[in-house]
């Protein structure tokens, strides 16, 4: 029998402010459900580990001698897991009060559901987008031909991204974001753990995909908030972050869609980054910044690194 009604399981590398201020928030805020909270540090060099000893000595920590990527290093805390539901916190999410003890409530009413997700937003309090549908060829043709941006309140060219939504109502969803991702543990024992395959990117929409195969509903639930630093807008696209963004989107079509769709997609892909590349350069290097000439490099490596997805 689970010991807890939730277990919370934080993921770290090199984010030791940002973790402490989230085990603050945990310690402060669920006031309501039994939990416990597990932190899995990818060897951290910046004093994470020591700082989790020192101040939050509850906390049960697996310090890794490597980092051994975002799936594993879940799957690592869920094996010992003893919770009713397992919610998967991003080190730079902080819950707001009343925000795990409303979700744990939110799953016991709802018992069809998997999985369930708050609303994010961002420091500043504005809407931070978290939900989008399955990754389909449809979907990315829309993005590459820039329909969803010219049509953003389509429900079908904003479909991938949900653009057309404003997040203030409760319904079933297809992929949440791992920032916040409530998992009954029920469903994690019929479904599976996260696909180490994925090593960053995607496992979460692995995830979710598997969850839906097996007939269990995700949610997103917006009468509970939790504040998400992540994607500012200044935010500059790395190379690296974006090359490994779209393998793993590779990855996902190869495992669900087919070597066909996935060949497709690849193409289209390259379509994608030759337009960013090409006509894009007008746009991207005319502004004369070093973020346009950072995001116009980013894609023309992508496009050379495109064939050994």
């Excluded at 979460?204 to 509903?217: H, L």
């Amino acid at each position: 029998m689970p010991t807890f009604d939730v277990s919370i399981i934080i993921v770290n590398w090199n984010t030791r402010e940002l973790l402490a201020r989230c085990l603050r928030c945990v310690q402060d805020t669920v006031q309501q459900a039994s939990y416990e909270v597990f932190v899995v540090d990818n060897a951290s060099t910046d004093g994470s580990q020591a700082m989790v000893q020192q101040d939050f000595p509850a906390v049960k920590l697996i310090a890794n001698a490597e980092n051994v990527g975002f799936a594993r290093a879940n799957n690592q805390a869920i094996r010992l897991a003893q919770g009713r539901y397992i919610l998967l916190l991003n080190s730079d999410a902080f819950v707001k009060p009343g925000t795990v003890d409303t979700m744990v409530q939110f799953m016991d009413a709802h018992p069809q559901a998997g999985m369930s997700a708050c609303k994010l937003l961002y420091e500043d309090g504005t809407l931070q987008p978290s939900v989008s549908a399955f990754p389909t060829l449809e979907t990315e043709l829309y993005i590459t031909l820039g329909l969803n941006k010219l049509f953003p309140k389509s429900p079908v060219f904003g479909r991938y991204q949900m653009t057309h939504w404003d997040y203030n109502d409760t319904r079933p969803v297809e992929v949440i974001m791992g920032a916040f991702m409530l998992a009954r543990a029920e469903a994690v024992q019929q479904v599976g753990l996260l696909d180490e395959q994925f090593f960053m990117y995607s496992e979460e929409v692995d995830w979710c995909y598997r969850f839906k195969q097996a007939g269990w509903e995700i949610y997103f639930y917006p009468q509970a908030e939790t504040i998400h630093l992540w994607g500012g807008s200044s935010r500059a696209i790395k190379t690296e972050t974006l090359i490994r963004l779209y393998r793993a989107r590779v990855q996902f079509f190869r495992k669900h869609y087919g070597q066909m769709r996935t060949l497709l997609y690849k193409i289209l892909l390259g379509f994608n980054a030759l337009l960013r590349v090409g006509p894009g350069a007008i746009y991207y290097l005319t502004r004369a910044t070093a973020d346009g000439r950072q995001k116009h490099d980013a894609f023309r490596q992508l496009l050379k690194a495109i064939p050994s997805f």
